[in-house]
């Protein structure tokens, strides 16, 4: 038996990873009846609980009398994905931990060319689709998850999850180091993730007999690598790594796989103390999204109670035909006793403006007044100084959330994303400074929503500068307190200046001397001319003096001794 099988067939291991996983499908029931309510009322085509494959293609909406909570959500997630990772425009810019290499010029140039091609990778694969999913489920659960995986064809393929589908567990900094997953597969989905001579013997039975309607179930458990030891080379030496296993399995492991970087993405919209699951928009309205069903039902009641009343009708009519133009013969006596039970009640108007307010307040839980700005196509120039004029309020609210996807999406994304590169050689060569080098990454986030975020505080700094110039005029020395140098780099880096546009402060230091070297020497010069005038006044006057002849000219005799 091989290094490699004897893992795999480790069932001790295998029988503490079933423990862990069971415990964290436990710790998760206790949200999966908020979670339900969530998928129930606002996006019922999102989220997965104890269901079988077959029931997907069944009807989700019946509970949705009012679609108005699929709208809002939706618009919170498209405009959370055009402002933060929009396939339109840059969202992310690459440095270095450090700040001296990455001003060499050969550095920022070669970044410059990386992030090129991991927008382009990103545009190739389905990691804009990945981020969209995210934002949704963010918006809607409060959590997210999602699987990032190396690929042959696109460099980097993601897979995303819905609720339900997963688990996850926190370290004592409330970081996102376990996931967990249970799904089904059928026996030929089995074989061709795992292969057959790792599958059961169930497995391998259907799948000999082409049976592709029994599913099995599987898990799978993520974790970081406590026994990981940098720089060893040794079978399953990772920072990451992954166990699959059947359910019914007792004896092996269908899979262990390694990663160098974390494999999985499970981003919180807002954690309370060291939550694992997180809370969102979606839990917030989710009060006002009852509310609007039942509003509904009690407006279609109405409505109904008007247009086909309930009737008081006679024993001896057998049967009243109560279609449009359709007739009921009966006697004369009793044309009058035929008439609705009772007289319409209740004011429809009030009941619509009601729903029309509850909607308002679904929106505003979904921020939809500032996505809807940002993903409308009246504006498509918008620049991120007018979002944050306008929406400085919003910003401000919404400041906590666009860290967590910086820090729990973004970040890992794109290091990862980086690192999938390098191993297989997808970016140019690196240049000298950096050669023999083991540099941390820096990731600059520069999207729409992330310069609005910068550039609140603008207004303040434009206005303080105004100020200082205005008194300038009259009081000189007020100039003294400010740093225009440090003023004009922090206002570009608000505004998300590219860096290159900015010269480096050592190249200014060098342009103003080199400056004041000159001027000096000008200097110089127009005093050296301005004694050199007298002087040369001077020697052109005893130059006159002397071609006069001395007898014609007394002042000559007197100056040049003659009398």
């Given at each position: ?147 990032l995986l190396e690929d042959y064809d696109t460099a980097i393929w993601a897979r995303p999850f819905t609720c339900g589908e997963y688990a996850g567990n926190v370290d004592s900094r409330g970081r996102v180091v376990q996931f967990a997953r249970k799904f089904k ?379």
């Open positions: 038996m091989g290094i490699v099988e004897e893992v795999l067939r480790d069932s001790a291991a295998l029988k503490r990873k079933k423990s862990i996983v069971g415990q964290m499908m436990a710790e998760r029931t206790q949200f999966e009846g908020v979670w339900k309510k969530l998928s129930q009322y606002i996006n019922p085509a999102r989220g997965r609980f104890d269901e079988d494959k077959t029931a997907d293609g069944k009807r989700r909406d019946d509970v949705l009398l009012d679609p108005y909570p699929i709208e809002a959500s939706t618009k919170c997630a498209a405009g959370l994905h055009a402002g933060l990772t929009s396939p339109s425009r840059p969202w992310f810019s690459l440095g270095l931990q450090d700040d001296e290499l990455a001003d060499f010029h050969t550095v920022k140039i070669w970044l410059d060319e990386c992030q090129e091609i991991m927008m382009s990778i990103y545009a190739k694969s389905n990691i804009y689709n990945m981020l969209l999913n995210l934002e949704a489920e963010l918006t809607q659960f409060g959590t997210a998850a999602s699987l597969l059928t026996a030929w989905q089995m074989v061709e993730a795992f292969g057959e001579e790792s599958c059961s013997d169930a497995v391998k039975s259907a799948y000999r007999q082409d049976n592709y309607k029994d599913y099995f179930a599987v898990s799978t458990l993520i974790e970081k690598n406590m026994n990981y030891r940098p720089g060893e080379i040794g079978v399953g030496n990772f920072p990451w790594r992954a166990y699959y296993y059947e359910d019914a399995q007792t004896e092996k492991f269908l899979k262990i796989a390694g990663y160098h970087e974390q494999p999985f993405l499970m981003p919180r919209w807002t954690t309370v103390a060291n939550g694992i699951y997180g809370t969102g928009p979606g839990h917030s309205a989710l009060g006002n999204c009852m509310q609007l069903q039942k509003l509904e039902k009690t407006n279609m009641r109405l409505l109904q109670n008007r247009a086909d009343p309930a009737m008081l009708v006679p024993a001896s009519i057998a049967k009243l035909n109560r279609l449009p133009g359709k007739e009921t013969v009966v006697s004369n006596a009793e044309v009058d006793v035929v008439r609705p039970l009772y007289g319409a009640t209740g004011a429809r108007e009030e009941v619509l403006q009601v729903i029309q307010f509850k909607q308002s307040q679904i929106g505003a839980a979904f921020y939809n007044d500032l996505f809807v700005m940002l993903s409308g196509n009246d504006n498509p120039q918008m620049t991120a100084r007018e979002v944050a004029e306008r929406h400085e309020e919003k910003l401000l609210m919404l400041s906590p959330v666009l860290e967590q996807m910086h820090n729990e999406v973004l970040a890992p994304l794109t290091k990862r994303a980086f690192e999938i590169c390098m191993r297989n050689g997808l970016f140019p060569p690196v240049p000298e400074e950096l050669e023999g080098r083991d540099e941390e990454l820096k990731v600059e986030f520069v999207s729409l929503l992330a310069q609005a975020q910068k550039s609140v505080s603008a207004p303040a700094m434009e206005k303080t500068m105004a100020l200082a110039g205005n008194l300038a005029g009259a009081f000189p020395e007020v100039m003294d307190n400010i740093n225009l140098d440090a003023a004009i780099r922090k206002h570009a880096q608000m505004s998300g200046t590219p860096e290159t546009i900015l010269r480096d402060e050592k190249e200014v230091e060098k342009m103003r001397k080199a400056r004041a070297e000159q001027q000096a020497k000008a200097q110089q010069l127009q005093e050296a001319a301005a004694m050199a005038e007298p002087l040369k006044n001077g020697v052109e006057a005893a130059r006159l003096m002397s071609e006069i002849q001395p007898e014609n000219n007394p002042m000559a005799d007197i100056l040049f001794g003659q009398r």
